[in-house]
DNA sequence: AAATTTTGCTAAAACGATTAATTAATTTAT
DNA sequence: ATAAATTAATTAATCGTTTTAGCAAAATTT
């Protein structure tokens, strides 16, 4: 017995499909289809253990009920827990979520855009790389609902929901600062990505204010060949000439492999040198290492919301969401 | 403009949609359409950035060239690198993936089986959860290719990809005999899933090889309230008679929690007592504990394989594939 | 009683592809 | 020159659903 369609309840009760279609999306108000048929109708379906096919629907109406998640790196385990959110979040509005790496590689950001747009998702959840803003552009002359998530490019207007990266950062620089630090380097991705810009003006704004800044401070690495762009800073600033008292890492991964670098050196944090993370690092003994802990339940809730109601009440004017992030000492 | 359908380049040439249809699918040998239509009609595809509607050749054709993937929960690392190699394998076979999480709840699996089932997924890839047999049953007696992974039921014959858990965990435990340890403690989850007997029935046996086995030395936690049952096995462990100089933490959620707790409670690791882990914990001073680690890429990638086999070239005999996991010192 | 409105349902055309069956034109074989 | 085979295209049905327009019968109004 292969699957039950609308057709099959229709003959079986000798109506026509329209009705049926008409009672099983709830429509029998408006299409006026009698209660008794309606009840029959619905029984009847539901004996025949029957299940809309959603390709037919979908082609139908134009509609795939589906979202499009664009992240770096889905085992970042960032991602994963904002995509965990999302999945959750999506599916009490009845959406399935598609999940796609980018890898941080525009060109393949494009092609992931471009597989799902190719699977009629109705709308779009993107973490963006850099150089990026050619592809969501395009999303938005086709009228395609995105809500960019963590990063944004501030030169065109569209959804966005993340994190106050520049308080945040400026609070976690504030903390090493309190904690009687006076030579902080930073570790950063070197990119043009608004959101890491951000951070380090957090930082450097929190340094700035008591004159302890210091440009020779900050390292920048690049995603490709970050182990050794990071092993090698971190060595050189404790090493160098300038007597480093306390690290700022940007990202769950820098915070990583810089901790990692650390410990290999045998500096001991916080004893030697102390430390603030951006992000959470899933560790047993991260107990003492204070991080900025950003709002991924929530950020996900809010792309979700946002993203349905684009899907469903077309674009108003795009908002621009920031979250507070908390330091966790 | 809105989407370029094959109709639009049938009427723009001047030719049919059959004729379309057959040049874009490669079987305009088949079909017999000349060389110079054939080349002008993909021609006039590419320059009208044609993209073939995905509903519309998933409900003629009854595929949808998507996998679904169900796992325990995609926030867990373990898990989310799964994820991402499936992903990006699949992606080469030109399959999508939806990925959903069952929480390690039946009927929370049985609820995404089948909202994957209304998406017409092509084939699964499922990490089961216990007592969820009669959901995969269910799946096969429709025909639905799945692979199993990670986890299997001993019961059903079905595809399967996983590791050699009990030989794992044996080698995982002799480890620490050689090291010296002449009490070692199991903390597992309290599960019927055989992949876990299995990794139990591994430290039994390295044990009871020679004479060391004490079934007081296994702690079974549950999954809902693993926190606590994990803090207070640990706590009874140490602070009981038995003189613990070792413990196996058999997932890396368990082995987290217990190594956080060993911290909080001022045991160091490996000097005061030494653990070996199944899987890797992010962290980034793993470094001195050893972990039975898992061929993750290998794992995801037959998975992937054996699925697309199945949809492709239907249901021979099921394959039981168990790849081998190292031993990291 | 005729005209109008409401009620309850159906027919049929989409949506965008695929594909078996045909047709028409040309080439080859007899 | 006629029949057979080959080549090159088209027609039309189909997948399972949604939805607009329309039709008859019943109920209501005038």
Partial sequence: MGRVSIKDIASKIGVSTATVSLVLNGKDKLGRVSEQLSKKIRE?????????????KALRSGRS??????????SNPFFAHLAFHIQEHADRYGYSVIITNTNESPKKMEKMVSILKYRQVDGFIIVPTENGSR????????KIPVVLLDRYFPEIPSDYVGVDNFHASMKATEHLLKLGCKKIALITYKTTLRHAQERRDGYVSALAGC??????????VNHSTIVEDINRSVQELILGDN???????????????????LKEMQINVPEDIKTVC????????????PFVQQPIPEMGKQAVDIVVDRIRNGNPSPVHIELKAELIV
Same sequence: chains 1, 2.
Avoid at 65 to 74: F, M, P, S
Wanted: proline share 1%; hydrophobic share 40%.
């Fill in 44 to 56: 009847t379906a539901k004996s025949m253990n029957y299940k809309p096919n959603g390709f037919a």
């Fill in 211 to 220: 004159d302890l800044y210091d440009s020779r401070l900050i390292k920048e």
């Fill in 135 to 142: 592809c969501i552009e395009e999303l938005h002359e086709n």
């Fill in 278 to 289: 951006f992000d959470k690092i899933e560790s047993f003994d991260f107990s003492t290492i």
């Fill in 243 to 261: 007597k480093i008292d306390g690290f700022f890492f940007t990202t769950n991964t820098i915070s990583s492999i810089g901790l990692k670098k």
């Fill in 65 to 74: 009920e589906t979202i499009g998640l664009v992240v770096a790196d889905i």
